[in-house]
């Protein structure tokens, strides 16, 4: 693949999220009909999960340290 193929901006909050396995991507459907889909391959799905795991324990932690 090679990079990112499409920019965008999205706000996402508590909503649907689902996923299908096609062969050697994954498409993930985000908010529904009304949402968006992602594809991606085994390592862009790699890539995105250790920055998320990141993203999330930077996150708890600092709302850990706003609540002291």
């Not at 050697?24 to 459907?29: G, S």
């Not at 968006?36 to 250790?50: P, Q, W």
Request: hydrophobic share 35%; proline share 0%.
């Amino acid at each position: 693949m090679g990079g990112t193929k499409v920019g965008t901006w999205v706000s996402m909050d508590e909503c649907s999220i689902s996923y299908t396995v096609c062969q050697d991507e994954v498409e993930f459907e985000i908010g529904g009909q009304s949402g968006f889909d992602l594809f991606t391959t085994e390592a862009g799905l790699a890539k995105l999960v250790a920055r998320a795991t990141d993203a999330l324990r930077e996150l708890r932690e600092l709302r850990a340290q706003e609540e002291q």
